[in-house]
């Protein structure tokens, strides 16, 4: 543990906190439609499409939008990825993916997940790449924005019909907040030497005089999607521990910012949206504060290090699984980072932290992927829980409980719980299904407690939308294809579809106004309620899973036991 | 508000030992699953209580474990026993209720009139036979058989039976108090009666059905809680199931009593055993007010009120103007302006007669005569409406005083040496008084005018105080008067109302109350005219006054049945405390959790994985024992928390912020450490006694 390690650790959850409110409200005004640079662009695809900009949806309408495009949006991923072989720009001659494979990388970057079972460079053509996936990353995480921003508009508006439309979201978030930054991002990636290029592969010569084939391929452009939008499928396998992905310090410290920018970001955008500017600024709070203390607590825990490794004469924290040229401190950080954004991204291995290091991105992961959570989707899971907060304490006021004018009653709490039942019933369902079954043990790497936290931190990556991975778990089997697949699945819709249902009955109600009797939502008592309630609703359930994984395993580490 | 002992709508205060035996035997009646379905954590209970029943049984014959398994399965039809005890004895204190009111509805005959129009032929049927629209007979010492409006008659009714008031009160058809409830008794004279209830429909069946708790639905609230908590239920069934796999994995085989006793303690027992005693609790605390809620939602909605209409007079003033001050005009002495006003009031019986003659002994020290010992020498002059004056001729004075047009004609007409002119002090005391707002009268002898008597619309001395609380609390008061708008703001800020209506007509209140409404504010009023039916329907909470028309109680959704409009301000309380006591012990039900995790999570992995051991942070003696005493605290937790689900938990006037804070830390982190402590007790207890 060193002062500038937690010093760098404080800089950078203060600056991507810092950019969340230019950029929130710039997000804010393109949503409400001021900002109109490509008017004639955007007019072109409403033109393409049929659709009438003006005309707003409803829920159900909305909702209808979203599922239809990205049940397209996965019928055309598998597609490519079924017939890629036969598709043109496949410089390295790839063939078709399997079936199981194809279903799980569909579903994987349409959920926004970008689990990846696959390896990028010696499966995927750049055309898979750049078409199939690419598109994915951007309009993933335009899904998840749009479904946000709907959720917003239900609180803004007063006994009102309608959410927006999905179709303008789409276009308007890809055009005015994804792409700019994405071509920002990516420009800086290639002139801190991340490759882009439409080449194969080229041979170097390595020191010893050997020749090594290095797979390249239009790689920035990828990164700064799978970043900016929550992705995190990497062009490479081993993604951003890749040399060529992630070069150095400085890409890092960009990649970094990229990860939480936009959903701390959407955090002030809700406030801004509902006039209610504090109240962004608490959930704000909430994920930058949660940030810092789960960063906290795996930087110490890494730097700490096994005290078995140690004992043997190797001095210093945990570097297993980690590159030299980040350390532990930023390793840590990424994986709090990636884990709290539901960003898939590694630049180091999970499953090599220490017990404690590693329960950080599992824990984060199971929250819900709120902190601050995938684009958008963390935004609408904070907001489900800041409903479930608001309605237990909210009564000890002596009120019906109110969020931001909104009366939450029996529906809404009906539609809350069923979007936090996903966690559970997909993490610990199929985790202690897995758990049992001799064929689906085989794909463990470790034995004893590690072995179950790998089994668990799958199927909680995919619920969570996450899509990293404790590596040394072989996941490319039908069975786990299958069922992360599904946990991608509804660990996606299955949440969103009740959010939206939240937000088409709180649109509908009057806002009230705030009195000296409201419940106050906007003050750091709330702010820590809220935290409490994310713990004891979204953490509870897990803890004594979690106590059978990482807890027991860090108790039989300092008892002298690896595994 | 007015406090009075009614002797039939109280109910019993304490726990007597009667209403706890019959609660007890309840408790067991309600174990019928059928009924236990209502409430789904208890019910989960009941279930999970059974099969570690079977097990405990298999347990005895195959050899097992029995003692162990036999104390979870006690303990956890404990827990369910102690939940529907808890509803039990809520019901209990609201049956006690219900069996006077039934009293009061036996047997009643009614007479039917063929023809209403002819009083004198009648036919005499059940009261349960009749129907809406027939035209009963009611005459002294009839019971009225059942709710109607008054089409012809005036006569007495005693309405003890259901406000508790034994003094009787005026129906007479036509106005504001044309509605009569059956089970009230008229004391003299005849009504001839309209029936506007069908049997089993009255208002007395309602009360008592309201008070029995029978019809008792489940508020919105209620039900958003129940899904709260039944989704709590299924999250820790999906997380118990499945450590029954993670467990396996681990080495660990966990027995069923085991996986069922840290369901028991995770899923929020606590809260869901005492929810409907709370909310049968919240409508008992209004019956003991004398208020009935038509339903529960109206309960829950008087918490959620932003804005009260109160009428003026009776709620902010108390309903006569009196006299607050006397001011003479030059020329005249104090003493000899208030000896003439004595004199000039002491045969005025009104109200405002007697107020003027109170403040002269009391402020002015002046003596007063007694009006027999004056009679013979003096002649008084009785208040007409025609000359709106009363006075006195005593010794060849003529005092008068009334209204001031009517003091100066009367001066004018007196014969004087000088041309009759008002003194310049004298009307300008008047435009002040009426610029204040309040009503001045003039005093004059012959013609020689003395001076101003000041009367005021009295402010209830403590009202002021209870607008700033209710302000506090975040509501906004609203002081509805016929009175001209100087008068109305005069009062409205002597008595601290936020806004006021004044010359106000019942459209005027249905316009403001939709506007409140519009800005996205909850409205609460009372009324008792059928003018204000409309605005009681309007309003989110209604209260009708028991002494009002038919058709106001109709449109409210409540009604006092002591007809106290100053009684709005504690329904609110009494709205608040009901979710507030809901919001505490949810909070502090599921704060408990963390509690049970530390307890139950090393004892279950201890063989298995010892090193969990380092989770047993309360140092609990055996794994045994550990399982146990969460179990037995999760119980006992329910029967020491009935107090307060039925009393409500503490409240005060205060902002939200503030509650928020008092009660976070009271159930909040006393919900985090209180089982902690807890259980500690009972593990040690139990080893002590060697049960595990």
């Known amino acids: 543990m060193t002062f500038p390690d937690w010093f760098q650790i404080l800089l950078f959850v203060a600056v991507a906190t810092a950019t969340a409110t230019p950029l929130g409200r710039y997000a804010a005004s393109v949503f409400e439609g001021r900002v109109r640079l490509l008017a004639p662009v955007e007019a072109g695809f409403y033109r393409l499409a049929g659709v009438d900009p003006a005309r707003e949806q409803g829920w159900l309408g909305y909702t209808f939008a979203v599922l239809a495009f990205n049940a397209a949006g996965f019928a055309a991923l598998y597609l490519i990825l079924r017939l890629q072989g036969v598709l043109p720009v496949n410089p390295q001659d790839f063939g078709a993916v399997d079936a199981d494979l194809a279903f799980n990388t569909a579903v994987s970057f349409t959920t926004n997940t970008n689990w990846q079972a696959y390896g990028g460079e010696t499966t995927l053509t750049h055309l898979t790449q750049m078409m199939g996936l690419t598109t994915q990353n951007f309009v993933s995480a335009a899904t998840g924005i749009a479904v946000a921003i709907a959720v917003t508009r239900a609180f803004a508006r007063s006994s009102a019909r309608t959410l927006g439309n ?86 890092n410290a960009l990649q970094l910012w990229a990860i939480v920018a936009i959903p701390l970001a959407l955090a002030v955008t809700f406030g801004r949206m509902t006039a209610r500017d504090r109240d962004g600024y608490v959930l704000l709070s909430v994920m930058a504060g949660a940030l810092l203390a789960f960063a906290g607590l795996a930087y110490w825990a890494e730097s700490a290090g096994n005290p078995i490794v140690q004992a043997l004469g190797v001095a210093g924290g945990n570097m297993e699984g980690k590159e030299v040229r ?64 608001v309605f237990v304490a909210g009564l000890m006021v002596g009120r019906t409980p109110e969020y931001l004018g909104k009366k939450i009653e029996a529906k809404d709490v009906k539609m809350a719980m069923l979007a936090v039942l996903v966690m559970p019933l997909f993490i610990l369902g199929f985790t202690a299904v897995s758990a049992v079954m001799p064929a689906t043990l085989a794909s463990i790497q470790d034995a004893g407690p590690h072995g179950l936290s790998e089994i668990m931190y799958a199927y909680t990556s995919g619920a969570g939308n996450n899509g990293s991975a404790f590596a040394g778990f072989g996941s490319d089997t039908t069975w786990y294809n299958t069922t992360i697949g599904l946990s991608m699945l509804f660990g996606r819709f299955a949440i969103i579809v009740p959010v939206m249902m939240i937000a088409g009955s709180l649109v509908a109600k009057p806002r009230l106004a705030p009195s000296q009797g409201t419940f106050p939502t906007d003050t750091a008592l709330f702010a820590g309620l809220l935290a409490g309630v994310i713990l004891i609703f979204g953490g509870l359930q897990f803890f004594p899973a979690l106590a059978l994984g990482p807890v027991v395993e860090h108790v039989m580490m300092l008892d002298g036991t690896l595994f | 508000m007015t406090t009075h002992t009614d002797t039939t709508a109280a109910a019993p205060s304490g726990f007597s030992g009667a209403l706890v035996g019959r609660a007890l035997r309840d408790a067991l009646v309600k174990l019928d699953p059928r009924a236990l379905v209502r409430n789904p954590v208890i019910f989960v209970t009941e279930v999970v209580a059974l099969l570690v029943t079977i097990l405990f049984v298999r347990d005895l014959v195959s050899g097992g474990d029995a003692l162990f398994t036999g104390q979870i399965a006690a303990w956890l039809w404990f827990t369910v026993l102690f939940a529907n005890f808890a509803e039990a004895i809520a019901e209990g204190r609201g049956r006690a209720q219900a069996d006077t009111l039934r009293r009061a509805r036996t047997d009643t005959v009614a007479k039917r009139l063929a023809d209403p129009a002819r009083r004198d032929v009648f036919q005499k049927v059940p009261a349960e036979d009749l129907q809406v629209g027939d035209v009963v007979l009611v005459e002294a010492r009839d019971l009225v058989p059942s709710d109607g409006e008054v089409i012809e008659g005036v006569a007495s009714v005693n309405e003890a039976a259901i406000t508790g008031e034994s003094a009787p009160v005026i129906r007479e058809s036509g106005g504001d108090r044309s509605a009569v409830t059956g089970g009230t008794t008229v004391v003299s004279d005849w009504l001839v009666v309209k029936i506007t209830a069908g049997a089993g429909a009255s208002f007395m069946d309602r009360m008592i059905a309201l008070v029995e708790g029978a019809e008792r639905k489940k508020t919105p609230n209620e039900i958003a809680l129940d899904i709260l908590l039944a989704g709590m239920t299924i999250v820790f069934l999906i997380a118990v199931v499945t450590l029954a796999g993670l467990g396996a994995y681990s080495g660990a085989a966990l027995a069923v009593p085991v996986l069922v006793a840290l369901l028991v303690t995770l899923i929020p027992t606590t809260i869901g055993g005492l929810l409907s005693a709370i909310g049968i609790a919240g409508m008992d605390r209004l019956v003991k007010f004398n208020v009935l809620a038509m339903s529960g939602r109206a309960v829950e909605a008087s918490g959620d009120v932003d804005t009260l209409l109160l009428d003026k007079t009776g709620t902010i003033t108390f309903g006569n103007r009196m006299a607050s001050e006397l001011i003479a005009v030059p020329g005249v002495s104090e003493r000899e302006l208030v000896e003439a006003a004595v004199l000039a009031s002491l045969a005025d019986e009104t109200a405002e007669g007697r107020s003027i003659v109170e403040l002269a002994r009391d402020r002015y020290r002046a003596t007063i005569p007694q009006t027999p010992q004056l009679a013979d020498e003096a002649e008084f002059v009785t208040f007409s409406a025609a000359t709106r004056l009363s006075g006195v001729d005593v010794g060849g004075r003529r005092l008068r005083k009334g209204a001031v047009d009517a003091v100066l004609r009367f001066a004018q007409n007196e014969p004087s040496q000088q041309p009759f002119q008002a003194p310049h002090a004298f009307t300008a005391a008047v435009e002040k ?82 506007r409140e409404q519009a800005a996205g504010r909850l409205v609460a009023m009372c009324g008792d005219g059928t003018n204000d039916a409309p605005a009681l329907a309007q309003a989110d909470v209604g209260v009708a006054m028991q002494t009002g028309t038919q058709a106001a109680r109709e449109a409210g959704n409540m009604v006092d049945l002591d007809s106290d409009p100053t009684k709005l301000i504690e329904i609110v309380g009494i709205g608040k405390q009901l979710l507030m006591t809901r919001g505490a012990l949810t909070t502090f039900s599921i704060a408990n959790d963390v509690a049970k995790y530390f307890a139950i999570i090393p004892a279950l992995f201890v063989v298995a994985l010892p090193q969990l051991g380092a989770l047993n942070v309360m140092g609990l003696a055996t794994p045994q024992s550990a399982i146990l005493s969460a179990v037995i605290f999760n119980a006992l937790v329910i029967v020491a928390l009935i107090p307060i689900a039925l009393r409500g938990v503490g409240y005060r006037p205060v902002g939200a912020a503030s509650l928020l804070r008092r009660n976070l830390a009271l159930y909040g982190l006393g919900g985090l450490v209180a089982p902690f402590v807890g259980i500690k007790l009972v593990d040690m207890a139990i080893s002590a006694i060697g049960l595990a």
């Not at chain 1, 939008?229 to 060529?244: D, K, M, Q, R, Y």
């Not at chain 2, 601290?496 to 249905?510: R, S, Y």
């Open chain 1, 166 to 251: 999905f179709w303008v979201d789409l276009t308007r978030c890809t055009l005015y907040l994804l792409l700019p930054m994405a071509i920002v991002v990516a420009l800086a990636l290639v002139a801190l030497g991340v490759p882009q290029t439409l080449e194969g592969s080229f041979v170097a010569q390595t020191v010893e005089g050997a020749e090594q084939v290095v797979s390249v391929g239009p790689a920035a452009s990828q990164v700064a999607i799978k970043q900016l939008g929550t992705n995190g499928g990497g062009f490479f396998n081993v993604n951003s521990a890749h040399p060529l992905e992630n070069p150095s310090y400085w890409t």
């Open chain 1, 326 to 389: 980040f350390g532990e401190a930023l390793s840590t950080l990424w994986a709090t980072f990636t884990t709290g954004a539901s960003n898939g991204s590694v630049n180091s291995m999970h499953d090599s932290f220490t017990p404690l290091g590693g329960l950080v991105p599992l824990f984060l992961m199971q929250l819900g992927e709120i902190l601050p959570g995938g684009v958008g989707s963390g935004l609408y899971g904070m907001i489900v829980f800041a409903i479930l907060a």
């Open chain 2, 433 to 514: 008084i009426a610029r204040s707002g309040g009503t001045p009268l003039g005093l004059t002898d012959g013609a020689r005018i003395l001076g101003v008597i000041h009367l005021k619309d009295v402010v209830k001395p403590d009202i002021k105080e209870r607008f700033a609380e209710l302000r506090r609390m975040g509501i906004r008061t609203v002081m509805v008067t016929g009175d001209n708008p100087v008068t109305a703001a005069a009062i409205a800020s002597e008595a601290g109302v936020d806004d006021f209506i004044a010359e106000a007509t019942p459209q005027d209140k249905l316009d403001y109350i939709r």
